[in-house]
């Protein structure tokens, strides 16, 4: 089912009328217009399949006298959701959910931006050998937002790309273009042994994007060991059954897949001899408390020393220091990543300097 807003009415606020995508200024009798024009399409949370298209406009007011800034929310609200108002919905209408609702509609309206005028870009982190022999360099894939002089991190859109099942999509251009930079060979790729990318939860079980890795792995230039799946703990353990399957089938096409986040759930171990991973990545809000907090170093020491029971080798993320560090290498993890050993750099600038990172200074 589709829920149009396509024919909903433009909001009017006096003296006059403001046509849709206008920016207006505040009026004599303290009223403002419309801010901005969003086109959007994407699932509604909650409502089954109930899907939401065509154009939403966010109208704010300088309140006049008898008014409030709640009423002109609600009003907002009201007149430009017409459609929906049959709909049930967990939302209550109050200031702060009707603002949170704008951002992510807002943020959404620019991942489909992104990815249709090509806005991302790929930056690559170093992830470092502390007790492991590897044949060349190891590296995270992580994604930024160009933003004209600006770029977004992740953590500002991804949680509306997840809430609204976007985040598929960003998966999809991410190892599309992943693999078609490893494909071009530029020369810092000489000495590559893996990269990792990270896939959402909305990703782990989802059949067309299946079989699109699998079709993308098998291409000649790129060997499927060259790249290493990360999936959180949390999103694997939602979908059991779905995750053990997807991790499987690309396995069998000799991919390296990595658990991320571990030790953030309270039955984490009980898990982990669910997943054939082949590596363990410590939640970093645990690593960044092992110098100062004694029960954090007990944890990483226990997670390294089941992992490596069950031969599975560590990561220990968010290395931010030098303390951090040396007290990573007394515990033995097998890899390190974090500003300390390596700062994350654009892939494109890489593609001019070989060896731009010295990946063994750990």
Not at 207 to 220: N, R
Request: hydrophobic share 40%.
């Amino acid at each position: 089912m589709t829920a149009s807003l396509a024919d909903s009415q433009s909001c009017s606020l006096s003296p006059g009328s403001v046509s849709d995508g206008d920016i207006a200024s505040p009026q004599s009798d303290g009223s403002i217009a419309v801010e901005s024009l969003t086109k959007v399409s994407f699932p509604v949370p909650d409502l089954g399949d109930t899907e939401l298209s065509g154009q939403v406009t966010r109208c704010t007011r300088r309140a006049p006298s008898g008014s409030t800034p709640r009423t002109s929310r609600m009003e907002w609200s009201a007149r430009c959701s017409p459609r929906l108002s049959h709909c049930p919905s967990p939302y209550r209408d109050s200031d702060a959910d009707l603002d949170r609702r704008y951002r992510e509609v807002h943020w959404v309206s620019r991942i489909q931006d992104a990815l249709r005028e090509d806005l991302f870009e790929l930056h690559l982190q170093p992830i470092v050998p502390l007790t492991q022999t590897t044949v060349g360099e190891c590296y995270e894939v992580l994604l930024r937002m160009r933003d004209a002089d600006e770029l977004i991190s992740p953590g500002a859109f991804l949680p509306a790309a997840e809430k609204y099942s976007v985040s598929t999509q960003i998966d999809r251009w991410v190892v599309e273009r992943t693999i078609a930079l490893l494909k071009e060979r530029p020369p810092w790729t000489a000495d590559v042994d893996w990269v990792s990318i990270n896939l959402s939860a909305h990703s782990i079980g989802d059949a067309p994007l299946l079989q699109f890795l699998k079709d993308a792995l098998v291409q000649p230039g790129v060997a499927a060991s060259s790249i290493c799946f990360e999936i959180t703990e949390t999103a694997a353990v939602s979908d059991l059954p779905s995750a053990i399957a997807f991790i499987a089938e690309l396995k069998a096409l000799g991919c390296r897949f990595a658990l991320d986040d571990f030790g953030a759930g309270f039955s984490s171990f009980g898990y982990l001899d669910r997943f054939d991973v082949d590596y363990i990545k410590i939640d970093g809000r645990i690593v960044l408390g092992i110098v100062d907090d004694p029960a954090h170093l007990v944890m990483v020491e226990a997670i390294n020393r089941i992992a490596r029971i069950r031969g599975k080798t560590t990561i220990a993320e968010y290395v931010e220091n030098a303390a951090i560090l040396d007290t990573l290498k007394g515990v033995g993890v097998g890899y390190v990543q974090g500003y300390h050993t390596g700062e994350p750099r654009p892939a494109l600038e890489l593609t001019t300097a070989a060896m731009a990172f010295d990946c063994r200074r750990a």
